[in-house]
């Protein structure tokens, strides 16, 4: 027999204690007044010194997960993680969190690395509930965990980097629970954003054409999304987004998400029957006869769907904003933290047996839409979502750094990319209580970590 509701136990997000602001960033770049703030709709962005790598970001966040939660190592049975920050062509990061199970004895646990830009995090999860929807299951949990630093070459991408990482507990019974059937996937090859330079952490990047990408990988989605609803519930009342009571994204910036929600009503637009439009979209006739294709860039169907829909991206959408705005594009973890800014944006009742739709995009490209549905069991929902009373403290404690130094923090990560030996300069003292990071690497590239104090003060 299956097991029943399959889905996120408990959830887990760690983002820098650092970060830059975005007013302060437009004027050091040179960069028109409002552009990064209105244009991208961005307040923050978070950013590690040299003292955070990616592994020391999941030793982190999943330190803390096991900790908060108190979770037996020895239960368990699969590790995933997804990231595209690679440090080693070989060697996994999964490997190195092993260090956090060594003391329990546990070694049987199952899972590694996948790498595809932001959906890296997605196909760790989708790996995780499949194996414990699988003959391989053993009865323990599996840990989905995502982490990057996203940091671009100085130019107009830069104010669109960010950094974090998110641990997600799956396992039966659990909070946030899996709808089966209701997967819907876009793959397709394309070079968008890649990283072919492997000296460099910096992508190569072709913004319009991502922008592009990102649209039409959620066109597709949620067209194959809706078909597949349908086929699942043949007897729904309502069709399309009426049936999610939440639509969070992969969040580069977030104005492209607000974009992205018009984008979604108006495929709903065009998959309406004609007879119903006129009801359900006055004053849209103008678009009647517009297609997909023809309408990425179109500023004028961008425009109408953004006004006249805007309260369904405020009821839907805006409350998962919030770490975006504030951290920036955590790249794999980026729409998880979505995910956690929706849960501590609401009262655990206002999310009761709702349904929530996620999107998912890495580019290259591979991109899913699915649901989750939030359990109807108050008590255990409460517990879930009171573990996440730590976010909003942490990130107000937070501390605000020029952009001249972030500018110089980010050449000092640029020239010791891949440097061996080498003891990273950055502040540790400036790390939060209980966070791992990069003590030295040596002449064989062997990389050591250490961790800060965990003090109980309020934010850890
Ligand atoms: P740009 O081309 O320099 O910016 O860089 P722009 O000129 O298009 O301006 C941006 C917006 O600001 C525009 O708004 C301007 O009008 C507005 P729009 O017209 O598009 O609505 N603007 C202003 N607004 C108010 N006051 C002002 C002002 N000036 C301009 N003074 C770009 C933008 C996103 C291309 C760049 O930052 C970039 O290349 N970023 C990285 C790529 C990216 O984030 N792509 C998103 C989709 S791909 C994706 O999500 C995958 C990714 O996460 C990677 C992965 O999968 O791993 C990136």
Redesign the pocket.
Known sequence: MWPENVGICAIEVVFPSQYVDQTELEQFDG?????YT???GQSKMGFCSDREDVASLCLTVVSRLIERNQIRPQDIGRLEVGT?TIIDKSKSVKSVLMKLFADSGNTDIEGIDTTN???GGTAALFNSVNWIESSSWDGRYALAVCADI?V?AKG??R??GGAGAIAMLVGPNASLIFERGLRATHMEHVY??YKPDLSSEY?T?D??L??Q??LSALDTCYQLYRKKFEKKYPDAAQVGLDNLDALIF?T??C??VQ?SMARVVFNDFLLCKSTKRALKYPGLERFNDATLANTYFD?DVEKAFMIQFNDTFERKTRKSLLLANQVG?M?TP?VYSGLVSLLISNTPEELLGKRIGVFS????LAASMYSILVTKDKQVFQQFVSKLDYVLPMLNTRKKIAPEVFSELMEVREKNNHAASYTPSGSVSALFPGTYYLKHVDDKYRRTYERTSVITNGVH
């Open positions: 960069a028109s007044a409002g552009k209105i244009g991208l595209e830009a932001c959906y996203a671009y107009a991408a104010p669109t968008d954003f992508p990047v913004g319009k991502s922008i990408c990102y992969h580069p910036f104005k492209l974009k500023r594009n790249y980026s995009y890495g580019s290259g």
